[in-house]
């Protein structure tokens, strides 16, 4: 979960995320807030923000000298 954590923490201080404007936060402050919601709105958020950054990702071009190692990697 650190790995998400990390990325959730990147694109919102870049351009934001779901309802909140783009900004700083700590993570320990988003862990603290992400504890102390119940379980349920937790997983529909966290599965909202992981669809999400794997749109983002996929719909990353990259440069074509690194496609063929790409390839090689998926």
């Known amino acids: ?4 954590l ?3 923490l990147r ?3 870049i351009e934001g995320l779901m309802w909140v404007k ?3 936060v700590s993570k320990q402050a ?9 379980a349920h709105l937790f997983a529909k958020l ?3 923000v992981i669809e999400r950054l ?6 990353r ?3 074509p000298a690194w496609s063929s190692v790409a390839h090689e990697l998926v």
Do not use: G, I
């Not at 988003?30 to 119940?38: A, F, G, I, K, Y």
């Open 46 to 48: 966290f599965e909202q």
């Open 6 to 8: 990390t990325d959730v």
């Open 30 to 38: 988003l862990s603290q807030r992400l504890n102390s919601l119940p």
């Open 1 to 4: 979960m650190l790995l998400y």
């Open 11 to 13: 694109s919102l201080e």
């Open 22 to 24: 783009a900004t700083k």
């Open 61 to 63: 071009e990259l440069a």
């Open 54 to 59: 794997a749109v983002k990702r996929s719909a």
